[in-house]
């Protein structure tokens, strides 16, 4: 199995920008499908922004031409460079991962931004954007 680790959350200000990282370890020698998905107070999570393992990604559109989602696998850290940042913006940002070649599933198709899809998580790094 494989563990999550997220950093780089803080405050800013709007118009400032944060870079979230979020390293794995473990059992790194699988493929992950990862994603980023945030969560405000007193609301549900929400999908910000996915990286399958052939490079594709995907966008919620209100970060996208803001946030960029990028991977190293060799480095085994996957990141979030957001800029722009608007006050709607704050929230707990927390990593996830999905084996692309998953032990009960099997092959997984990219899901996106499905949360059900994922089922290896981190613990979150708190944003919050000042007005």
């Known amino acids: 199995q494989v563990q999550l680790a997220e950093s780089g959350g803080g405050s800013v200000p709007a118009g400032g920008s944060l870079k979230l990282s979020c390293v794995w370890s473990?059992?790194?020698?699988?493929?992950?499908?990862m994603a980023w998905f945030r969560q405000p107070r007193n609301q549900e999570r929400e999908g910000v922004a996915a990286?399958?393992?052939?490079?594709?990604?995907v966008y919620t559109d209100s970060v996208k031409g803001r946030f960029t989602i990028d991977k190293d696998i060799y480095k085994h850290i996957l990141t979030l460079q957001m800029n722009n940042l608007k006050p709607e913006d704050t929230a707990t940002y927390y990593c996830?991962?999905?084996?692309?070649?998953?032990?009960?599933?099997?092959?997984?198709?990219?899901?996106?931004?499905?949360?059900?899809?994922?089922?290896?998580w981190g613990q979150g790094t708190q944003v919050t954007v000042s007005s």
């Open positions: 996830a991962a999905v084996p692309k070649y998953h032990s009960t599933r099997g092959y997984v198709d990219f899901p996106g931004l499905t949360e059900s899809a994922y089922d290896i």
């Open positions: 473990g059992d790194t020698r699988k493929s992950y499908i």
């Open positions: 990286f399958d393992t052939d490079g594709a990604t």
